[in-house]
T-cell receptor, first 116, second 110 residues
């Protein structure tokens, strides 16, 4: 069964450092998403991406965050200057489309980010 | 904010059916109901979705009331591996994003 792959599975960084989280979506999917989950809290939407541009973003997705699809397979989330409160599990997801409600988001296993 | 209301927790005996309710009284006519689950801190896993008809797949059944204001996810023979947080989500029309609520923590007991 096709899956979304995320790397690294766990990253520890110092406050203020830049972090890049990587995702390989399912190959024929066109829509890409990042979510995060702070320990013990709910899964929160960050951003959606389609046709090489952001289609929607949440209030959480401020100027310290950016997303990119640098090549035909990877989808990255960059956090420019990490803060303690960025510590969370970050999930990448992809879907084939959005129309008709018939398109399912498939999530990766997540990247755990710990900011010290 | 999530457009759904779910009980925070439920228990179910192993081998019995687990019935997880969800209220979505403000759902619009073109919005689908999706169910996902999350085991420990793993990525959310898709279970099933529907618009107005009842749906069944290899994992579960989804029963949607005629007025579409509520639905029930049924796991016909719950196992210990079904212990997870179950999320009922109304997918925003014509956008891809899913808005997660707090979900229902289902504990399957031996």
């Amino acid at each position: 069964e096709p899956e979304v792959t995320q790397t690294p599975s766990h990253q520890v960084t110092q406050m203020g450092q830049e972090v890049i989280l990587r995702c390989v979506p399912i190959s024929n999917h066109l829509y890409f998403y990042w979510y995060r989950q702070i320990l013990g809290q709910k899964v929160e939407f960050l951003v959606s991406f389609y046709n090489n541009e952001i289609s929607e973003k949440s209030e959480i997705f401020d100027d310290q965050f950016s997303v990119e699809r640098p090549d035909g397979s990877n989808f990255t989330l960059k956090i420019r200057s990490t803060k303690l409160e960025d510590s969370a599990m970050y999930f990448c997801a992809s879907s084939a489309g959005v129309a008709s409600g018939a398109n399912v988001l498939t999530f990766g296993a997540g990247s755990r980010l710990t900011v010290l | 904010d999530a457009k759904t209301t779910q009980p925070p927790s439920m228990d179910c005996a192993e081998g019995r059916a687990a019935n997880l309710p969800c209220n979505h009284s403000t759902i619009s006519g073109n919005e689908y109901v999706y169910w996902y689950r999350q085991i420990h801190s793993q990525g959310p896993q898709y279970i099933i979705h529907g618009l107005k008809n009842n749906e069944t797949n290899e994992m579960a059944s989804l029963i949607i009331t005629e007025d579409r204001k509520s639905s029930t996810l049924i796991l016909p023979h719950a196992t210990l591996r079904d212990t997870a947080v179950y999320y009922c989500i109304v997918r925003v029309a014509l956008t891809g994003k899913l808005i997660f609520g707090q979900g229902t923590t289902l504990q399957v007991k031996p």
